[in-house]
T-cell receptor, first 112, second 113 residues
Framework: NAGVTQTPKFRVLKTGQSMTLLCAQD?????MYWYRQDPGMGLRLIHY???????AKGEVPDGYNVSRLKKQNFLLGLESAAPSQTSVYFC???????????FGDGTRLSIL | AQSVTQPDIHITVSEGASLELRCNYS??????LFWYVQSPGQGLQLLLK??????LVQGIKGFEAEFKRSQSSFNLRKPSVHWSDAAEYFC???????????FGKGTRLSVIA
């Protein structure tokens, strides 16, 4: 049972490039989340989804887009990467809003 | 505005000493409460949770937390810290409805010999 799997684990981009981070969960969870973690800032919610085909904005959504075409997958896209988006990105899932979230191991993204 | 505060950014304790990490929240109703731990290079792992009932909650790795409604607090405790407990600890709070959890900014725990 893999839980929550994030792909890739590391990536270096140049400013202006685009990329997609993939999150896959095998627990049949309804809710999925994307966070970014920066030193001293804790976890900040970027976007989340309460079910297949739905997405909603979190605390820091600007510069990111998401899609939830399949229940098990939640994609985070950067259309035109900026140095301010250098961060560690975490995906999480939960059965519902009140249940604990299960986290992936993160994607370390550097934008030069 | 709703918020979760972890007042201590960094705490250092000696191995074998007791530990208490503080968490305060500002919500009108009784929320759902969680503590997570993050080891370096890892994702967050759930330590314990409080939904209702007994206000003293037991978790994994020998941790416990106590919900105090009058103080809007949910402090994490461990009677004897081990070197492997060095990590970052996050408190999280949830409310009814579809609003996602709100996380505190974390407390980094260092353990010295």
């Amino acid at each position: 049972n893999a839980g929550v799997t994030q792909t890739p684990k590391f990536r270096v981009l140049k400013t202006g490039q685009s990329m997609t981070l993939l999150c896959a969960q095998d627990m049949n969870h309804e809710y999925m989340y994307w966070y970014r973690q920066d030193p001293g800032m804790g976890l900040r919610l970027i976007h989340y989804s309460v079910g297949e085909g739905t997405t909603a904005k979190g605390e820091v959504p600007d510069g990111y887009n998401v899609s939830r075409l399949k229940k098990q997958n939640f994609l985070l896209g950067l259309e035109s990467a900026a140095p301010s988006q250098t961060s560690v990105y975490f995906c999480a899932s939960s059965q519902d809003r009140a249940q604990p979230q299960h986290f992936g191991d993160g994607t370390r993204l550097s934008i030069l | 505005a709703q918020s979760v505060t972890q007042p201590d950014i960094h705490i250092t304790v000696s191995e074998g000493a007791s530990l208490e990490l503080r968490c305060n929240y500002s919500y009108g109703a009784t929320p759902y409460l969680f503590w997570y731990v993050q080891s370096p290079g890892q994702g967050l792992q759930l330590l314990l949770k409080y939904f209702s009932g007994d206000t003293l909650v037991q978790g994994i790795k020998g941790f416990e937390a106590e919900f105090k409604r009058s103080q809007s607090s949910f402090n994490l405790r461990k009677p004897s810290v081990h070197w492997s407990d060095a990590a970052e600890y996050f408190c999280a709070v949830g409310l009814s409805g579809n609003t996602p959890l709100v996380f505190g900014k974390g407390t980094r725990l260092s353990v010295i010999a």
